[in-house]
Nanobody
Framework: QVQLVESGGGLVQAGGSLRLSCAAS????????MGWFRQAPGKEREFVAT????????HYADSVKGRFTISRDNAKNTVYLQMNSLKPEDTAVYYC?????????????????WGQGTQVTVSS
């Protein structure tokens, strides 16, 4: 069992930056591939970024590539999402998720554990 708690969301103007954090407790954090997803009102939850257990490989949705960076600190049991050049269309609830699968994962159905989400609002 893994518990995930996101933080760092808030209100920011377009062009601004935010850094989300996701703190994990429970089983060994370094054994999980981690991901970030988001869900805007009236839309399905969508993939944002994923990172392997060691942090050696990452993958991003095309919509955030070059603007967002996923990273992790296994010593602190935390995964981060640095979001730069934010746009109003980035407004959503952001969720972190964990999977025991040892490769990059983009499908929501393949993640085993989810946090409660943190709201990000980007004003124009």
């Amino acid at each position: 069992q893994v518990q995930l708690v996101e933080s760092g969301g808030g209100l920011v103007q377009a062009g601004g930056s935010l850094r989300l954090s996701c703190a994990a407790s429970g089983r060994t954090f370094s054994t999980y591939t981690m991901g970030w997803f988001r869900q805007a009102p009236g839309k399905e939850r969508e993939f944002v970024a994923t990172i392997t257990r060691s942090g050696g490989s990452t993958h991003y949705a095309d919509s955030v590539k070059g603007r967002f960076t996923i990273s992790r600190d296994n010593a602190k049991n935390t995964v981060y999402l640095q979001m730069n050049s934010l746009k109003p269309e980035d407004t959503a609830v952001y969720y972190c998720a964990a999977t025991s699968r040892p490769f990059l994962v983009v499908l929501t159905s393949l993640y085993d554990y989810w946090g409660q989400g943190t709201q990000v609002t980007v004003s124009s």
